[in-house]
Structures are given as structure tokens and as C-alpha cells.
């Protein structure tokens, strides 16, 4: 074996591990967490998965589904679903990000994916789901959200930055390769 598929191999392994530990947080994290009552944003049902599948493979032609699938069995209640007259227009999956700092240890959550069905778009409901999902967080004690989308996604940035996100780095290869994305943030506590 040569040492290009060694190091292949080894980075595989290392980003499997790396998001099993992250699962394994995340669900340690939510154990306690406390639902508040929100205006059509609701959490991931098992009937509504299929459509979320649907929306995600229109708004993401290169994200694996096992993803979604994964989240909705282990993270259900932090993947929000946000409605209109009990239709799924659109979801938003977080996971949780322990950080360490001078007082302790904050926790931050992560949004691993978001999208709204194209003919929802511009209505409102990415930026109600964004808002009614960061209010619960603020109620479980996560002091910020943060996450990574393309530079060239405008529509999208615009909306973060509506609800107040703030661009605070720079970064290639997260978002897929040879992409550069934002790192975005929107300070909650």
C-alpha cells in the first residue's frame, strides 16, 4: 500500500472517530434539555424524514444522508423542522461544541445543516427557524451558534447576518473541497 492511500486511509478513520466523539457529546448535552414552545418549528418526526431528505438533496448535491438519518435518531431535539400548515418547508440540525475557556467550559452549538424547500424561499421561514431554535438554545445554556457556509452563497449570508450572525473566519476545505467558507457566529448568552 502506498503512503497516499495510507494517509487516505488514516484521515477516513480520524474524521470517523472525530464525529462519533462529537455525537457522543452532543447527546450527553441534550440529556437535560428543556424544550420551549415555538411558532411552527417543531422537532424531527420520523414521517417527516423523507421530505427533509428531499429538501436536503435539492439544496445540497454533494451531502451524504446518512447525516440527516443520524441525527434525527441520536440529536431529535436539537433537528428542528419549521412548518407551514403542517407541511415541512425546511430543517435545521445543530450539534453541540464543548469549549473551553478561563470560566470554564462553554458550550457552543454547531449547525451541521440547514436548508428551506426552493418554493419557500424568501418567506421568512429560514430566519423564523433560525430565531425560534436559537431561543431554546439560549434556554439550555449554549452561548453561541456557529456555522460554515460558502462565500459565494449570498442569499444564505444575508440571512445569517439578519439574525445576526457575524463572519469571524475564513476557511477552505470545510465546506467542501477546494470551497471557501465563512465562519459564522451569533452570540446568544
Known amino acids: 500500500m502506498d503512503l497516499t ?4 486511509t488514516l484521515n477516513v478513520y480520524l474524521i470517523s472517530f472525530e464525529r462519533l466523539v462529537r455525537d457522543i457529546i452532543s447527546t450527553l448535552c441534550i440529556r437535560k434539555w428543556r424544550q420551549v414552545e415555538k411558532e411552527n418549528v417543531v422537532s ?23 447525516g440527516i438519518r443520524r441525527y434525527s435518531k441520536r440529536l431529535r431535539k436539537i433537528f428542528y423542522v419549521v412548518l407551514d400548515q403542517d407541511r415541512v418547508v425546511g430543517y435545521c440540525i445543530y450539534y453541540i ?8 467550559i462553554k458550550k457552543k452549538s454547531v449547525i451541521y445543516s440547514i436548508s428551506i424547500d426552493k418554493e419557500f424561499r424568501r418567506k421568512g421561514y429560514g430566519e423564523k427557524l ?8 439560549g434556554v439550555n ?9 460558502n462565500v459565494n ?8 447576518e439578519k439574525v445576526g450572525f457575524k463572519t469571524t473566519n475564513e476557511i477552505k476545505d470545510i465546506c467542501g473541497l477546494k470551497e471557501t467558507c465563512y465562519e459564522m457566529e451569533l452570540k446568544i448568552l
Open 5 to 8: 492511500k495510507v494517509h487516505f
Open 44 to 66: 424531527i418526526e420520523d414521517s417527516m424524514l423523507p421530505e427533509i431528505i428531499r429538501i436536503q438533496a435539492e439544496g445540497f448535491e454533494t451531502k451524504s444522508r446518512n
Open 97 to 104: 461544541k464543548p469549549v473551553l475557556s478561563l470560566k470554564g
Open 130 to 137: 433560525l430565531r425560534e431554535s436559537a431561543r431554546e438554545m
Open 141 to 149: 445554556g449554549i452561548t453561541s451558534i456557529l456555522l460554515y457556509v
Open 153 to 160: 452563497n449570498i442569499p444564505a449570508i444575508k440571512l445569517y
